[in-house]
Structures are given as structure tokens and as C-alpha cells.
């Protein structure tokens, strides 16, 4: 879903003569949006799929190897995606001292604050996403501690999953195991 925030941003560079790069990832052909709009504001559009079923088979960050080693430059880079892929683009941005922004708006539940579920350490501090952010430098979020909150309660929306189901098929808990 990162492309549908990216292509606001890359529409106002191309108006403001500003040429750039797009590289759209996913797992497949079927998870790609905005293909065609991007095409239309992208200065030049890569394609990558894990299975190679759309453009080049492989991750963005192997697209975006190529494309610096074939000598490309770029000013900076802005990531939008997947907690892991925007993880692997800054550390492979870092390595050629590329600015890099990735935007946190996943990690959003209220907009305030107040919840603290968007929490996460940029530069070693504590920052609350949904007011100090989304966007923050990529080489200074850690990646590893926002993707271990983002799994905390993965077991628990996975067991409401299941009693969700349950319900649905008409199994009635008499226990009190189903809340």
C-alpha cells in the first residue's frame, strides 16, 4: 500500500520539473496499485515482484542496487511500505549515504498520541508517530524493536480471529473460553 502515499508526492515533483525514480514492489502481480497512475508522473517506473509475475523478479532494494550501480544518483530516497522492506531499504541507502525517509503511518491507531501503539525510537528517543512524524530519517529508526511491537499482540488478533470464525460457522462457547 506504500505506492497510494507515494504517488501524491511524486505527482507535485513531476509538476514542480522534478525527475524521479519509482520502484513498486510486491509479492505478486496481483497486489500492485497504481501502476498506471504512477507511469503517468514517474519520470522512469520500476517494477519489482517476489515471483516475477510483474516486471523484475526480485525485492526493491536489489532494483535500487542496479540502479546506483549502473551510476544513477539520487538526491534521496522515501520508503513506503512493509515495516521489513522500508528495514532493508535504509540499510541499503546507508551504505552509499543516501538520505532516506520512510514514513511510520502504520504504526497509527488514534492520530493523538494518547494511545501509544504508535511508539517507536528514532535517534534514541522515544517519538509517538501519529504527532511527531510519520515521516522520520530512515538510518535513525529501529527497525527491529517497531517490528517486535508491531507482532505484540499478533496472537491475541489471531485467537479473535478464531472465535470470530467459530461464530460464524454457529458454535456457541458455553465455557466463557470465546472471550
Known amino acids: 500500500v506504500g505506492t497510494a502515499p507515494v504517488y501524491p508526492q511524486v505527482k507535485w515533483l513531476k509538476e514542480q520539473g522534478v525527475e524521479v525514480d519509482v520502484i513498486i514492489g ?3 502481480r496481483d497486489m500492485l496499485i497504481y501502476t498506471e497512475e504512477m507511469e503517468r508522473v514517474a519520470s522512469r517506473l520500476y517494477i519489482t515482484t517476489d515471483d516475477g509475475s510483474a516486471g ?3 525485492l526493491v532494494t536489489a532494483k535500487l542496487e542496479e540502479l546506483i550501480a549502473a551510476g544513477n544518483h539520487y538526491d ?3 520508503a513506503i511500505g512493509p515495516m521489513i522492506m522500508m528495514k532493508f531499504v ?3 541507502t546507508k551504505k552509499y549515504s543516501l ?4 514514513s511510520l503511518n502504520a504504526l497509527m491507531v488514534d492520530g493523538t498520541g ?3 501503539a504508535c511508539r517507536v525510537t528514532v535517534a534514541g528517543k522515544t517519538r509517538f508517530t501519529c504527532v511527531e512524524g510519520p515521516e522520520f530519517d530512515a538510518h535513525e529508526v529501529d527497525f527491529d524493536e517497531a517490528m517486535r511491537r508491531q507482532g505484540m ?3 491475541l488478533e489471531q485467537r479473535a480471529l478464531a472465535i470470530r470464525k467459530e461464530r460464524e460457522e ?3 462457547c458455553r465455557i466463557g473460553l470465546d472471550k
Open 90 to 92: 535504509a540499510l541499503t
Open 76 to 78: 534521496e530516497c522515501v
Open 99 to 102: 538520505k532516506t525517509t520512510v
Open 153 to 155: 499482540y499478533r496472537n
Open 26 to 28: 510486491a509479492k505478486n
Open 56 to 58: 523484475s523478479k526480485g
Open 170 to 172: 454457529g458454535h456457541k
Open 114 to 116: 494518547m494511545c501509544g
